[in-house]
């Protein structure tokens, strides 16, 4: 799988909107973006994922670079509750045990009030 | 419904004794993972459970490391003659196998596994 690089830590103001950048400069042309979050002292959480096009769910949006070498994860009005650690993870999609995840030390979002 | 369970929720133990952890995956959910995370660390895979097919336990650090699952359900891990390296947050994933366009693993919300 592709290394990504995630600034460690971030701020937002509650309300507006968090940008989380990732660098995956590596990634293969079969290679999906993921996203997941850490909330403190809870399991991690999906948020979305994407090839090439841009996807928006009940989440987030997941912007990536026609590159494809970089994306951003928007959280369009973040809360208080959206304060975790987020990791950005490129992988195949192929079956079996590779299904497995690897997270680095992601960044850690703080929104404040 | 239901999403994963995990007990116990916290367990302390002493150096040298034997852990099991346990794992309710989401009800008709093929696919079980443990990971085992490191305070301050990311996640590290531990062993992967496919229906009845032979577990992938290329992640296991060692030989005291072992787990069970039980057809598509319950999975327990065992940790043998506990080391304080063992420390950690041991968290459990289940996904559907047959949602083909769908990664997604749901996360139970970990055993703290802390050894003195």
């Known amino acids: 799988d592709a290394k990504t690089t995630q600034p460690p830590s971030m701020d937002c103001a509650e309300g507006r909107a968090a940008n989380l950048p990732c660098n995956h400069s590596?990634?293969?042309?079969?290679?999906?973006v993921y996203w997941y979050r850490q909330i403190h002292s809870q399991g991690p959480q999906y948020i979305i994922h994407g090839l090439k096009n841009n996807e928006t769910n009940e989440m987030a949006s997941l912007i990536i670079t026609e590159d494809r070498k970089s994306s951003t994860l928007i959280l369009p009005h973040a809360t208080l509750r959206d304060t975790a650690v987020y990791y950005c993870i490129v992988r195949v999609r192929s079956g079996g045990s590779n299904y497995k995840l690897t997270f680095g030390k992601g960044t850690l979002l703080t929104v404040n009030p | 419904g239901a999403g994963v369970s995990q007990s116990p929720s916290n367990k302390v133990t002493e150096k040298g004794k034997d852990v099991e952890l346990r794992c309710d995956p989401i009800?008709?959910?093929?696919?079980l993972y443990w990971y085992r995370q490191r305070l301050g660390q990311g996640l590290e895979f531990l062993i992967y459970f496919q229906g009845n097919s032979a577990p992938d336990k290329s992640g296991l650090p060692s030989d005291r490391f072992s787990a069970e699952r039980t057809g598509e359900s319950v999975s327990t891990l065992t940790i043998q003659r506990t080391q304080q390296e063992d420390s950690a947050v041991y968290l459990c994933?289940?996904?559907?196998?047959?949602?083909?366009?769908?990664?997604?693993?749901?996360f139970g919300p970990g055993t703290r596994l802390t050894v003195l």
């Open positions: 009800s008709g959910h093929t696919a």
């Open positions: 994933a289940s996904r559907d196998q047959g949602l083909a366009q769908n990664n997604e693993q749901f």
């Open positions: 590596t990634i293969s042309g079969n290679e999906y």
